[in-house]
């Protein structure tokens, strides 16, 4: 079992960059696929993407693929979301989360999350 820790958020102008980073602590974070989700108030979590156990095989949801990128290294236990040309939609909490299956689209396949971090994109 490992535990998750995000950090990087913070308020940014629509344009801006932002790089979130999760580290994790606990054994075996190589056997974890990752992904990185978000959430606004009253709604469901979403995948915005996602990362293999090798950081071969990545994901990224339509509304940030060119725009985000996510990245890991085992060595560090450590994955990060990079955030480029960020909008004010971009706006929510953004959770990591650590799957032992390979990576999936449902919050509910994963098998342990982070406390968040709240990302705010002003216009």
């Known amino acids: 079992q490992i535990q998750l820790s995000e950090s990087g958020g913070g308020v940014v102008q629509a344009g801006g960059s932002l790089r979130l980073s999760c580290l994790a602590s606990?054994?075996?974070?190589?056997?974890?696929?990752m992904a990185w989700f978000r959430q606004v108030p009253g709604k469901e979590r979403d995948l915005v993407a996602a990362?293999?156990?090798?950081?071969?095989?990545?994901w990224h949801s339509d509304s940030v693929k060119g725009r985000f990128i996510i990245t890991r290294d085992n060595a560090k236990n450590s994955v990060w979301l990079q955030m480029n040309r960020l909008k004010p939609e971009d706006t929510a909490a953004y959770y990591c989360a650590a799957a032992t299956t390979p990576w999936s689209t449902k919050a509910s396949d994963y098998d342990e999350w982070g406390q968040g971090t709240q990302v705010s994109v002003l216009a």
């Open positions: 990362i293999g156990w090798s950081g071969g095989n990545t």
């Open positions: 606990g054994p075996h974070f190589g056997g974890y696929s």
